[in-house]
């Protein structure tokens, strides 16, 4: 350790726990307000399900390796880190809010909208559950619609508005901190991880006319449509890269790590596209003869299963209302977006126009070529969600309803303040909106105390 630099220098770190790899990334913000990716490190994982820490002890030894590769690819010592929370356990409802207003005649302020959210945080929910995003839809005043429009400076007695709200397992929050304090790490806050994905991946104009993201992870595929420029809905299914896997395991009969590089180096998602049908031979076992497994029968039993994957993504689609509304169709990324045609076949069985979305250079001085893949995408995003989160400091509203005792404080952020004007001249004035100021307000990084495949 006596060799790396320390935490001086403002180093930030997104640690990505997914069901097959922890992904850890170092950053820091260059003199031009530029992210500069100064190492990673990759471990394999056996201790998460389905996004879900199942294993401690696991986990924990999956976190050390990634982090030990990670401060020997940068040559830093790591003492905390923001890791990204997603999972089956994540879960999305629609809530409507409304103020009245003594005075009619006076101008509606952010105070108002202030007070709106906090009232979501006050809503009855599952037991355990805890309220991670409340992002404002769209606003009414005095019954009048005024969609996506900012309210503030409008004069009215009557202030309603409609909420997405995003909520997690506090359980699931709970068995993340502990694998990751049981690292010897800090855990400065987390931060959603289908949203920090979106920012690494998605343009302004794709989530201005309306898109679906479709992030393929280990053990789960996270849904995440933006319309107008606002996120309109998350969504969950419960299955990810993992059975491709195992049905290529069960249909070809070989090991686990076997099926892994028959999908990685051979695998299509189109049978039809597979022209040669190339015999390809698999090491026997214990002197027994080598097998040989079709190129074309690997496509089919892989198209089988990615095929019911997109009839899971249909279906979150259908159930959040946008289905017409997403005009620069879908982007699909994770591990399991590295798979040979998988967006000709997601163009074919959804009939949504698609591209396979790799990290964006947005936000970073310079990307090396082996970060620029789909598995990058959410430790990208989880870092720069982060590095825009150290500026300001947060402080998220809990509720007694929305968390048991042991989570007590979990929204808490420490940061460094810097002076409000010299941020405004950094980021050429106050350009945010009635949307990015609310959603300041409570979310983006949560202070407790994706999974990818290829």
Known sequence: MDAFHTSEQKIIVALNIGTTKVTALVGRKNL???????????????????????NIEKTAKAICDAIDRAEKSSRQEIRSVYAGISGEHIRSLHHQAVKYRDNGKEEINQE????????????????????????????FIDNKKQGHADPIGMPGARLEANFHIITASGDSIEQMRRAIEKSQLELLGLILSPTATAQSVLSDEEK????????IGGGTTNVTIYHDGILRFTGVVPLGSNVITNDIKAGCAVLPDQAEKLKVRFGSAIAGEIVDNRIITVPGLMGRPPREISEKNLARIIQ???????????????????????????????????????????????GLETRVGIPL??????LAVEVLKPDFAAPLGILLEAAGNRETERRIPATEDSSDGRMEGIFEIQDEVE????LEAEHGGNSKGWIERSIDTITGIFVPGKDSLL
Not at 40 to 51: L, Q, T, W
Not at 324 to 333: F, I, K, Q, Y
Not at 419 to 422: H, M, P, S, V
């Open 32 to 54: 031009i307000g530029k992210l500069e990716l100064m190492g990673y490190g990759v471990a394999a994982c056996e201790g998460v399900s389905r996004g879900t820490v199942s």
């Open 112 to 139: 108002d909208i202030d007070q709106l959210v906090k009232d979501m945080h006050k809503i009855a929910l599952p037991h355990g559950d805890m309220i991670l995003h409340v992002i404002p839809q769209e606003f």
């Open 208 to 215: 201005e006319l309306g898109v679906v993201l479709v992030d």
């Open 304 to 350: 089988a299963r990615v095929e019911e994957i997109f009839d899971f993504v249909m279906w979150e689609i259908r159930r959040s209302g946008f289905e017409d509304r997403l005009h620069a169709g879908m982007v699909l990324t994770g591990g399991g977006a590295a798979l040979r045609n998988i967006n000709l076949l997601a163009e074919l069985h959804t």
């Open 361 to 366: 250079e947005r936000g970073f001085s310079h």
């Open 419 to 422: 002076d409000t004007q010299q």
